[in-house]
């Protein structure tokens, strides 16, 4: 595993992967390998508190709690950190669909805040799944949810699909 990982901190198992390992292998394949513990997850896992927990071909579920390092002045969860995590679920279930030797990046996304997050929500989960995936960009959608199922947040992504060679 550590030839395919730059890693950031070894010790607490967070790192990235390098970028051949990304071009020759399926985003499918590598969230898996996430999930599994082969592949460590990405070093904003632990300051954001989540991580992937299942993937499937269009479809993938995040898992985090949020805690009250991720507070604002107001006395909640940021905003941004329920953002973050429906990003990365909305990323990753495209990822999983995009041809190997290609890459994606979020073009645009939007969050719709629908109830308050504390550090007493408990565990949540975003699950996104992919709408449309064409050969240029790809939508989907995800929402927010507590364990027992209330609604925290929704939100949609459009990605962009492109040769990481051509520059």
């Known amino acids: 595993m550590s030839d395919e990982v730059v890693w950031i901190d070894r010790e607490n198992g967070f790192g990235h992967l390098k970028p051949e390992v990304l071009m020759t292998t399926s985003g499918l394949e590598l969230c898996k390998r996430m999930i599994s513990g082969e592949l460590p997850p990405p070093p904003m896992s632990k300051l954001m508190n989540f991580r992937m927990h299942h993937a499937e071909e269009g479809r993938v579920v995040f898992k985090g709690e949020p805690l009250l390092t991720h507070y604002n002045p107001a006395g909640v969860v940021h905003g941004g950190w329920a953002g ?74 459009t990605c962009a699909i492109y040769d990481p060679t051509d520059r």
């Not at 969050?111 to 449309?132: F, P, S, W």
């Open 84 to 157: 973050t995590i429906l990003d990365s679920a909305l990323g990753c279930c495209v990822w999983t669909k995009v041809p190997i030797g290609l890459a994606y990046t979020t073009a645009e996304y939007k969050v719709h805040l629908v109830r308050a997050i504390t550090d007493k929500t408990g565990v949540v989960y975003a699950e996104a799944n992919v709408v449309h995936m064409g050969r240029k960009l790809a939508t989907c959608e995800a929402t927010l949810k507590t364990e027992d199922g209330k609604l925290l947040a929704h939100g949609t992504e």
